[in-house]
């Protein structure tokens, strides 16, 4: 099973802040990495899709990058509405895995 | 639009079995994959399995052994038991659509507790 690794746990920026996520796989994934955005009590929501394509009417504030076992999530400018928890998950290998999470907090 | 909805009781009794449906509206479960995943409270997102329209599985080998997955086209709905429940097994479970293997709409999601 592959263990995707996510860090900081939590990250506590401003509005308007650059907020930078990490997720590392214990494993190649090549670039089969996702990642989805929680809100508090909803069902996460796709973003970004094999590392780098933003999922259809993600804002272009979001950004993936990165292959094989390190990866990011940036968002370039973080609006109100982004304050959330974000996972990364893969379909490298089964069984998809996910990632313990990022909380993304108001300082 | 297309949209999920989970269905099924809240409050299942340990060592028994949990079952949730799952009822796609606004589209066709047909030529899809779809998958159950569950979140324990305050905790992060596991993949149960998930299933064809045409039947075809894949579970989670931590889960195999107690889940099965069906479904029912004519209804629009896929399904999940899930036996010999224990405490750990208290979380949202979510129904989702999987595309390319990632998940790209999910249903609101449902608490189920399991109760000694």
């Known amino acids: 099973e592959i263990v995707l690794t996510q860090s900081p746990a939590t990250l506590s920026l401003s509005p308007g802040d650059r907020a930078t996520l990490s997720c590392r796989a214990s494993?190649?994934?090549?670039?089969?990495l996702a990642w989805y955005q929680q809100k508090p009590g909803q069902a996460p929501s796709l973003l970004i899709y094999?590392?780098?394509n933003r999922a259809p009417g993600i804002p272009a504030r979001f950004s993936g990058s990165g292959s094989g076992t390190d990866f990011t999530l940036t968002i370039s400018s973080l609006e109100p509405e982004d304050f959330a928890v974000y996972y990364c998950?893969?379909?490298?290998?089964?069984?998809?895995?996910f990632g313990g999470g990022t909380k993304v907090e108001i300082k | 639009q297309v949209q999920l909805q989970e269905s099924g009781p809240g409050l299942v009794k340990a060592s028994e079995t949990l079952s949730l449906t799952c009822t796609v509206s606004?589209?066709?479960?047909?030529?899809?994959?779809w998958t159950w995943i569950r979140q324990p409270p305050g905790k992060g997102l596991e993949w149960i399995g998930s299933?064809?329209?045409?039947?075809?599985?894949d579970y989670n080998p931590s889960l195999k052994s107690r889940v099965t997955m069906s479904v029912d086209t004519s209804k629009n709905q896929f399904s999940l038991k899930l036996g010999s429940v224990t405490a750990a097994d208290t979380a949202v479970y979510y129904c989702?659509?999987?595309?390319?293997?990632?998940?790209?709409?999910w249903g609101r999601g449902t608490l189920v507790t399991v109760s000694s």
């Open positions: 989702a659509r999987v595309s390319t293997w990632y998940f790209d709409l």
């Open positions: 606004g589209g066709s479960i047909v030529s899809y994959y």
């Open positions: 299933i064809s329209f045409s039947g075809s599985t």
């Open positions: 494993q190649s994934v090549s670039s089969y």
């Open positions: 094999d590392a780098s």
């Open positions: 998950q893969q379909r490298s290998n089964w069984p998809l895995t």
